[in-house]
């Protein structure tokens, strides 16, 4: 019995060793880049070589926000605190997003890229973004795994089941490994490749995803022939309605004339979070604050303030507090809560302040383009 929690013990720190590690590691390699790329913006580099460095900024910061979301999702799966959100969307369209944006990859490493998706339902109900991650995953894995030949994606319905294969010409995977694949921090082939770059949670992740939303993901391989991974999951089809208020939200999304009020301590969010709201919604005012004290002071100075993005970390009054304020005297202006941490207990007590949505910074466009129509529907 001792010696059996002592395993258990040497097993859990090693576990948590292996973690620090890999994600300590990959944390730095982006953030050297991210660092030294500032460093020559400052020393005000030749005109040229700008677009490279805003390249390379905004793919070393992408990969960095991967590393983390990783990590945050892993811990609520892991937590059993993990929430689908299922809704109506187009099938062939995500996938082509994600088809899209993975095709300079393939085109960089010369290789013969091709997909077959016409065999799709328009229309189903699931997580577009669980279901575009769990595709991200696996198709980024096959083009970062194959160096040359082809890379290929099939998806089509077959009975109840969403069918999508993903198809390479790559090293391929010892047997004995594929049970392994889908372990925290699995990657074959760094040892030989120390310059393969991720946290090996990526493919755990997936198959995590694709249990909760009750399907399965498998792999056949062999080694220098390639990798086949499967992904099913049940098709859902949705309801007339929803089909009808989906294409009536993609007519209006681009005429919304609101008035805004985001907070937010510090001033680079402000700035950036107005740019992009802008960038999407010329057509509406925006205010901005720093601290609920400011956000209080606003709405009484621009009383038809409409949606308030609120941090939820801000000094003097932080948002929640906040928002149990405007409550008090205004049941009316909707209120989308944002924070760089997000759980249950953060969402719950956000709820019972009186906020209307919670969103985990940076958020997505889509993503707060489907909330402001929820809430707006005629855009105004």
Do not use: W
Not at 6 to 28: G, M, P
Not at 43 to 72: C, G
Not at 108 to 121: F, R
Not at 242 to 266: P, R, V
Request: hydrophobic share 40%; net charge negative.
């Amino acid at each position: 019995m001792l010696e059996k929690a002592q395993s258990d013990l040497v097993s859990a720190q090693k576990y948590k060793d292996d973690f620090f590690t890999k994600v300590s590691h990959e944390l730095r390699t982006p953030l050297i880049t991210i660092k030294g790329i500032s460093n020559l913006l400052l020393k005000n580099q030749s005109t040229e070589e700008l677009p490279m460095y805003y390249k390379s900024l905004s793919l070393s910061s992408n990969y960095l926000l991967e590393i983390v979301n990783d990590i945050l999702d892993i811990s609520q799966i892991e937590e059993n605190k993990f929430e689908l959100e299922n809704k109506a969307f187009n099938l062939p369209e995500a996938l082509m997003e994600i088809i899209t944006v993975l095709e300079n990859l393939a085109v960089e490493k010369n290789l013969h890229y091709e997909y077959d998706i016409k065999n799709l339902p328009n229309m189903i109900v699931a997580d577009k973004k669980r279901l575009s991650q769990i595709l991200y995953n696996l198709l980024h894995n096959a083009i970062k795994y194959t160096n040359s030949g082809f890379v290929k994606i099939t998806a089509k319905l077959h009975v109840s089941q969403i069918i999508i294969k993903v198809s390479d010409s790559g090293i391929g995977i010892q047997e004995q490994f594929i049970e392994k694949l889908y372990q925290n921090f699995t990657q074959e082939g760094r040892e030989s490749n120390p310059n393969l770059r991720g946290s090996g949670l990526g493919l755990s992740i997936a198959y995590k995803l694709a249990t909760l939303m009750g399907g399965t993901i498998s792999c056949e391989s062999k080694i220098n022939e390639g990798s086949t991974f499967t992904f099913t999951m049940p098709y859902l089809p949705p309801d007339f309605k929803e089909m009808t208020s989906n294409g009536q939200k993609q007519n209006i999304k681009n005429e919304i004339q609101l008035n805004f009020l985001i907070a937010d301590d510090n001033k680079l969010n402000l700035m950036v979070i107005q740019k992009i709201l802008y960038s999407e919604f010329p057509k509406s005012n925006f205010h901005t604050a720093t601290d609920g004290y400011e956000v209080l002071s606003q709405l009484k100075k621009v009383p038809n303030i409409q949606i308030i993005l609120l941090d939820l970390q801000m000094p003097n009054l932080d948002g929640y507090e906040t928002a149990t304020k405007i409550r008090e005297t205004n049941d009316s202006v909707v209120i989308f809560a944002m924070s760089a941490s997000m759980n249950e207990s953060i969402k719950r007590d956000c709820i019972s302040r009186g906020v209307n949505e919670v969103m985990i910074k940076p958020f997505e466009m889509d993503t707060i383009k489907e909330m402001i129509l929820k809430y707006f529907p005629e855009g105004k």
